[in-house]
């Protein structure tokens, strides 16, 4: 669904390259080149990445369900998966496109090799927005969850801290929001009525739909009746076009690793104490819902 909103939004950006991350990371790159290419647009080009977290082995997981559901490629063929591996094509990237922004929904591994590779990289992009955290408050429900259960930043803590502690501009999308906006059955069947790539993504969801159920019920969250996917990517990239459905305050975060959980945690203001960071502290989840669905359904310009 955050792919298929960033394609669906040429007049606000153009998207460069598409990197994966976190264990089988070819059939990852495999998956967005068949979506790329039911949109249309092989003229965007999918990079693979790193496949383990930085020190922590086998902290990511491939879920059985990943591939399922995926139509059989256009005429055509798939869009081009290249052989340069992703951290490097980032550090590309900053440096041959001014106003570069990154848009991190995965494991920061990629982009805490690619800083590795050139330390100057948060000064040559315009900006970093992240899928992840826990800021203030984060439920299904009444179940209220303490850090660990983000999975993006806790999978590989020390490419976490590495990354939003190196001085990019950030934007930090946080469980506290991501957890309170969701997909509903009639959006399902918009994406339906909506071309090749709303079917694609209907299907895909509609297998989610009861894994997505049994994970966050066993761990005690009470999940709305029509909640058929959280919408925590999509909701990153929607931050990117449309600002209007979420509330953001300038913080202070420090990003720290306490008992082994990764920890994004909110200094007090003035204190001195850790990084500047945008972050987003309400949504409008209705709002950001409909923004989405609208954009998606619309889906990307045709030729």
């Not at 495999?30 to 902290?59: K, T």
């Not at 951290?87 to 590309?92: G, K, N, Q």
């Not at 931050?239 to 979420?246: G, H, I, M, Y």
Request: proline share 7%; net charge negative.
């Amino acid at each position: 669904m955050a792919l298929a909103l960033l394609l669906a939004c040429p007049d606000e950006l153009a998207l460069v390259a598409i990197t994966t991350v976190a264990a089988d990371t070819a059939l990852r790159a495999r998956i967005a080149a068949r979506l790329l290419a039911i949109a249309g647009r092989r003229d965007v080009e999918v990079f693979a990445g790193a496949q383990d977290a930085l020190l922590r082995r086998e902290r990511f997981a491939l879920w059985d369900h990943v591939g399922q559901g995926l139509p059989d490629a256009p005429p055509g063929g798939d869009a081009p998966i290249r052989d340069e591996p992703a951290p490097e094509r980032i550090v590309r990237a900053a440096r041959e496109i001014d106003g570069l922004e990154l848009l991190a929904v995965g494991p920061m591994t990629n982009l805490a090799r690619a800083l590795a590779l050139d330390p100057e990289l948060p000064r040559r992009v315009a900006g970093l927005t992240v899928m992840g955290g826990h800021v203030r408050r984060v439920a299904i429900g009444r179940k209220i969850f303490g850090p660990g259960i983000d999975y993006n930043l806790c999978s590989d803590p020390e490419a976490s801290v590495a990354v939003l502690g190196a001085g990019f501009r950030t934007t930090l999308v946080p469980a506290d929001v991501t957890l309170e906006t969701w997909l509903r059955p009639a959006d399902l069947a918009r994406f339906d009525a909506a071309g090749p790539l709303g079917r694609a993504l209907a299907a895909q969801i509609r297998i989610w739909d009861p894994i997505q159920r049994k994970l966050f019920t066993d761990l005690g969250g009470e999940m709305a009746d029509d909640n058929v996917a959280f919408l925590h990517d999509p909701l990153t990239a929607l931050a990117l076009v449309d600002e209007s459905p979420f509330g953001f305050e300038e913080l202070e975060i420090v990003t720290t690793i306490r008992d082994g959980v990764l920890r994004t945690l909110e200094a007090a203001a003035g204190s001195g104490l850790g990084t500047p960071m945008r972050v987003a502290t309400r949504i409008d989840a209705g709002a950001a819902e409909r923004a989405m669905v609208e954009r998606i359904v619309a889906g990307p310009p045709r030729a």
